[in-house]
T-cell receptor, first 112, second 115 residues
């Protein structure tokens, strides 16, 4: 089967940098995605890594190491509005285009 | 607003009743997905359509669940003989052919409470 592990909670202060790690176990996979979800809101797509390395999008960056089955989401210059849950997700071989498997999520609390 | 819409937003029902939810995807998206999410968990895949064809259904989905996308546009998810364990947020998402990686656009969800 497939599984993803990520920390359940992270707390940081405004302006700081925080890294949310994700390790995965799959029989092979296409790539690692990250989604953000505010309380009561819908998940929104943040980033996708298919190849090893760092992808940067504004204050957010995402990293993937396929050999280590590991990735992380890096949030810089934290703002209060970044308080949300962050999910890593994979689409594994054998799954269709639709079968995204999500982690349990990391709840990020940003303090003033 | 041209995002994914879902109706109703909230549904309270008694155990044993049938419920039906509707999802209207972004108009040019040919792929549509249903997920279920409970408190403190990530979305759990239920089923996937490409146009009107249902290409994948989770093994976790019991026979009480059925989904349709009759004309390749909106979709419905029906739960028959609801149980208290069906209480969850039901999320719909869509994506275009050739979209970026695994980017899916989620709707606001339908929160189901089974009493």
């Amino acid at each position: 089967g497939q599984s993803l592990e990520q920390p359940s909670e992270v707390t940081a202060v405004e302006g700081a940098i925080v890294q949310i790690n994700c390790t995965y176990q799959t029989s092979g996979f296409y790539g690692l995605s990250w989604y953000q979800q505010h309380d009561g809101g819908a998940p929104t797509f943040l980033s996708y890594n298919a190849l090893d390395g760092l992808e940067e999008t504004g204050r957010f960056s995402s990293f993937l190491s396929r050999s280590d089955s590991y990735g992380y989401l890096l949030l810089q210059e934290l703002q209060m509005k970044d308080s949300a849950s962050y999910f890593c997700a994979v689409r594994a071989y054998g799954g269709s285009q639709g079968n995204l498997i999500f982690g349990k999520g990391t709840k990020l609390s940003v303090k003033p | 607003d041209t995002g994914v819409s879902q109706n109703p937003r909230h549904k309270i029902t008694k155990r044993g009743q049938n419920v039906t939810f509707r999802c209207d995807p972004i108009s040019e998206h040919n792929r549509l997905y249903w997920y279920r999410q409970t408190l403190g968990q990530g979305p759990e895949f239920l089923t996937y359509f490409q146009n009107e064809a249902q290409l994948e259904k989770s093994r976790l989905l019991s026979d009480r669940f059925s989904a349709e996308r009759p004309k390749g546009s909106f979709s419905t998810l029906e739960i028959q003989r609801t149980e208290q364990g069906d209480s969850a947020m039901y999320l719909c998402a869509s994506s275009p052919r050739g979209g970026q990686g695994d980017e899916q656009f989620f709707g606001p969800g339908t929160r189901l409470t089974v009493l």
